[in-house]
């Protein structure tokens, strides 16, 4: 039988391959605004946004690293701006 979508998600973090009962949260990126959100997976809106980035995550524990590495990010944009060796 063709047609049903079998949709393979594995957690950008860690690699875990999605569970049909695990509760997974989607970290949704705009590439061109400074910001991350982070959504149940079941509530992310369909069809997707092409524009944006959809990260998926395993648990919390994949999204705090996530989160850290986004704050990481930003703390090095700041230094950048910040920085003007004066
Ligand atoms: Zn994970």
Known sequence: MEGMEVTTI???QCGTLKGETNHWIVAVIHPDYEGILFQPL???????NPEL???????QGCSQKELQQWL????????TQ???AA
């Not at 079941?42 to 997707?48: K, N, Q, S, V």
């Open 53 to 59: 980035i959809y990260k998926g995550l395993c648990g």
């Open 72 to 79: 990481d990010d930003l703390k090095r944009c700041f230094t």
């Open 42 to 48: 079941e509530c992310i809106a369909t069809p997707r």
């Open 82 to 84: 910040g920085n003007e």
């Open 10 to 12: 594995r957690c950008g």
